[in-house]
């Protein structure tokens, strides 16, 4: 289990699972890239030159709130356009159980935007029925995401539908703006292109700064090659201009926590020219 603490906040991650893929199914051009940065090894490379992919995610306690970001793919969903993740049988719920939380004790359900991976354990199939997971959260979801995903449809499989839906019709959703504070110490900040409401995760308590990518960076590789857009951004022109502005921003010594990084998966950005490295915390 890996924790960290900022101040008076602390981040639990949750692991579902771990894969191993090749760089092109997602970010093509990496594996020309990857031997020249040895900071990436081992925690983010195979051994093979594999791309290590975390689906995790991450509680946040705070204020006395346990918020949950991200809640990854969830089990029984049917993902005829994603196999990886179709009809999963996972143990996170025991996961999250031997991490210290249970469901109950979940206040607030954010989504850091409303893709396959970050969704899933919304809700589950009890009965036949998907029922929202955590009962007694709040959901939250980002005006822009959601407004866009209740139109549009998912190539991975009807998301919204199981994952989505089920909390609206359970009265336990709530829309906030991109830029909502959470409480005190947590803020969303608006970091779209990977989708059209994509927020990154502000953590901030005393002199202490933390920050959650969400999928506007998959890889760290991404750091040290911003322009590297992945193939499943909406918008790689706009997710590419967001990845500059936000290292620039984040360059600053905070930590900054990886939403698929695997490893340690944590660590700070520094700057190398005009790009920059990540060292692991
Ligand atoms: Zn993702």
Redesign the pocket.
Known sequence: MATWNIGDVSITKVLEMEKHWPFSALLPGAEEVIDDLDWLRPDFVTDEGRMKLSIHALVIESDGQTIIVDTCCGNNKDRPGAPAFDNLETDFLGELSRCGFSPTDVDVVLSTHL?V??VGWNTQLIDGTWVPTFPNAEYLFVRPEFEHWAAEPQDYGPVFEDSVQPIIDAGLATVVEADHQITANISLELTAGHTPGHVSVVIESGNDMALITG?MT?HPVQFAHPEMASSADWRQDMSTATRFEAYKKWSDGRLVIG??FAGRTAGRLKPVGDVWSFEVD
Request: aromatic share 0%.
């Open positions: 893709h991976d970050h999928d998959h939403t698929h």
